[in-house]
Nanobody, 125 residues
């Protein structure tokens, strides 16, 4: 299974950016798919996730109301629409997929067994 993230770039504070992740395997194989991010000198942190069953979405408090996660099963893609970006959103963003992710682990790195290579998002002030 391969995950390929794309769409990162440089944007001014208050702007918008959309990043995507293409998956080599059908998305129905994964109980959950998500986005994490890692800023320099910091731990990788949860951003957003979507469950296969029911399509329920989950967000970190820091991005709730600004970011929207979506999955397109036909195109095998996972997307993250980011609005009202802030300088503190600057990080490398990683897509992840989990074949056996349980609900209690959906916000944890350990809940996912496949990862993309990351895409840089930089928000200037």
């Amino acid at each position: 299974v391969q995950l390929q993230a794309s769409g990162g770039g440089l944007v001014q504070a208050g702007g918008s950016l959309s990043i995507s992740c293409t998956i080599s395997s059908p998305t129905y194989n994964f109980r959950a798919m998500g986005w994490f991010r890692q800023a320099p000198g910091k731990e990788r942190e949860f951003v957003a996730a979507v469950r296969r069953d029911g399509g329920y979405t989950y967000y970190a408090d820091s991005v709730k109301g600004r970011f929207t996660i979506s999955r397109d099963n036909a195109k095998r893609t996972l997307s993250l629409q980011m609005n009202s970006l802030r300088p503190e959103d600057t990080a490398v963003y990683y897509c992840a997929a989990g074949t056996g992710t349980i609900l209690s682990m959906i916000r944890s790195k350990d809940g996912y067994n496949y990862w993309g290579q990351g895409t840089q998002v930089t928000v200037s002030s």
